[in-house]
Nanobody
Framework: QVQLVESGGGLVQAGGSLRLSCAAS????????MAWYRQPPGKQRDLVASISSGARTNYADSVKGRFTISRDNAKNTVYLEMNSLKPEDTAVYYC??????????????WGQGTQVTVSS
């Protein structure tokens, strides 16, 4: 059993900044890739950024240069630093991790989502 809990969402003005956190807990042996997705109202869920176990990062073109993904393996946590926020960044943000459990299984796990709203 693995749980991902997100925090840091909220309301911010255009041009502002916000930092999201997602911490995993449970029967964790190791974590591979960590990622952030987002889903605007009425639209599909898309990848925002990912970071591999070797700390290689990947970003969607729409956030490149504005967002930074990072991880703290000791805390089983992934972060998303969001700067120069735009109204089009408004969405529910979800964290995702590939986890190998202490029971011997492995799979993808998702957080419950956290709302980010950027006002005009």
């Amino acid at each position: 059993q693995v749980q991902l809990v997100e925090s840091g969402g909220g309301l911010v003005q255009a041009g502002g900044s916000l930092r999201l956190s997602c911490a995993a807990s449970g029967s964790i042996f190791s974590i591979g890739t960590m990622a952030w997705y987002r889903q605007p109202p009425g639209k599909q869920r898309d990848l925002v950024a990912s970071i591999s176990s070797g700390a290689r990062t990947n970003y969607a073109d729409s956030v490149k240069g504005r967002f930074t993904i990072s991880r703290d393996n000791a805390k089983n946590t992934v972060y998303l630093e969001m700067n120069s926020l735009k109204p089009e960044d408004t969405a529910v943000y979800y964290c995702q991790m590939t986890v190998a459990t202490r029971l011997g299984g492995a799979g993808n796990y998702w957080g419950q989502g956290t709302q980010v709203t950027v006002s005009s």
